[in-house]
T-cell receptor, first 115, second 112 residues
Framework: DTAVSQTPKYLVTQMGNDKSIKCEQN?????MYWYKQDSKKFLKIMFS???????INETVPNRFSPKSPDKAHLNLHINSLELGDSAVYFC??????????????FGSGTRLTVV | GDSVTQMEGPVTLSEEAFLTINCTYT??????LFWYVQYPGEGLQLLLK?????DKGSNKGFEATYRKETTSFHLEKGSVQVSDSAVYFC???????????FGTGTQLKVEL
């Protein structure tokens, strides 16, 4: 049983296209996140949702739109894809928002390549 | 703001060598500290954590001690194996930031 699952694992698409990445967690956690990992392995938070409500929205282009239909799902939709969007996108979850002692559980990542 | 500084990699060691990966932090509040490991092609896995000063986190032979006086959380292992080859991330969490902030990662390569 995968705790945090993302689909697809790989995504290759052309510039200008619109694509979505889906994430689901079966841990019963309240809070979910999207992180972007660039080619140098640097991880940066993009969004955080707590019980379907947007809590953190870092300076991310508005071409990126997260959607949380329920607290177990957090999807990421990207419009008008650009070459610079190529990266690995990680979904993560935590028990509650602001809980300092337990860390996050991460999915296995979606490698997005824009050509 | 919160930040984490890790030693640059890659770190290349022979099997059974001693490992230290340095991590220092700057935090506006009282952080919890974490080490995550990313094996090739996989997501991040929590390796160990510490939530208060002088706590020692340990797992799979890895250890790190929360040093408030030096704002450090260095990762150590007495005898590395080829299977430990991965990227290691130091991270912190504060209630003020309300997010896990990562260092840049340190790649470890262990050779026979």
């Amino acid at each position: 049983d995968t705790a945090v699952s993302q689909t697809p694992k790989y995504l290759v698409t052309q510039m200008g296209n619109d694509k979505s990445i889906k994430c689901e967690q079966n841990l019963g956690h309240d809070t979910m996140y999207w992180y972007k990992q660039d080619s140098k392995k640097f991880l940066k938070i993009m969004f955080s949702y707590n019980n379907k409500e947007l809590i953190i929205n870092e300076t991310v282009p508005n071409r990126f739109s997260p959607k949380s239909p329920d607290k177990a799902h957090l999807n990421l939709h990207i419009n008008s894809l650009e070459l610079g969007d190529s990266a690995v996108y990680f979904c993560a979850s935590s028990r509650t928002f602001g809980e300092r002692g337990y860390g996050y559980t991460f999915g296995s990542g979606t490698r997005l390549t824009v050509v | 703001g919160d930040s984490v500084t890790q030693m640059e990699g890659p770190v290349t060691l022979s099997e059974e060598a001693f490992l230290t990966i340095n991590c220092t932090y700057t935090a506006t509040g009282y952080p919890s500290l974490f080490w995550y490991v990313q094996y090739p092609g996989e997501g991040l896995q929590l390796l160990l954590k510490a939530t208060k000063a002088d706590d020692k986190g340990s797992n799979k032979g890895f250890e790190a001690t929360y040093r408030k006086e030096t704002t450090s959380f260095h990762l150590e292992k007495g005898s590395v194996q080829v299977s430990d080859s991965a990227v290691y991330f130091c991270a912190l969490f504060t209630g003020g930031g309300n997010k896990l902030t990562f260092g840049t990662g340190t790649q470890l390569k262990v050779e026979l």
